[in-house]
């Protein structure tokens, strides 16, 4: 039996839809600092459980920052490169233009559109071992 192929268009559009809750997440849980260059994560302002009023609201809370986890997990696999522009992308409170990304990492606007479709497929590889993957 051949391999099944991937649809690269359906695979970045799931990894779009994941990415564009990340800051609703980080919000909702404690920022996170992340150094892109070191793969490490500074700091985390932890949002305080002690404020939420039952066990079904600390549940929620728990899958929230687990979510959020996996995604900066995933984040942190990928090649500097890819991980800088996806970071610029979706992760900084205000997302960059590709222009501006460019200007940041030192590539051109065109370049940046290309390295941004393929970090999109390296980062559904990476998180939850390819989970965002669709098939053809």
Do not use: W
């Not at 799931?14 to 892109?36: A, H, P, S, Y």
């Amino acid at each position: 039996m051949y391999p099944k192929r991937i649809d690269m268009k359906q695979t970045r559009c799931n990894v779009r839809e994941v990415l564009k809750n990340f800051r609703k997440l980080d919000r909702m849980v404690g920022r996170v600092t992340v150094d892109i260059e070191s793969l490490h994560r500074i700091n985390s302002l932890k949002a305080t459980l002690s404020d939420l009023s039952s066990e079904r609201a600390s549940m929620q809370m728990i899958a929230i920052e687990a979510e959020r986890n996996a995604i900066l997990n995933a984040l942190m696999v990928l090649s500097l490169t890819n991980r800088m522009i996806l970071y610029y992308s979706y992760f900084v409170p205000e997302s960059f233009s590709n222009y501006k990304i460019s200007l940041e990492i030192g590539y051109s606007e065109r370049t940046i559109q290309r390295k941004k479709a393929e970090a999109l497929i390296e980062f559904a590889e990476a998180y939850k071992t390819g989970k965002l993957i669709a098939y053809k």
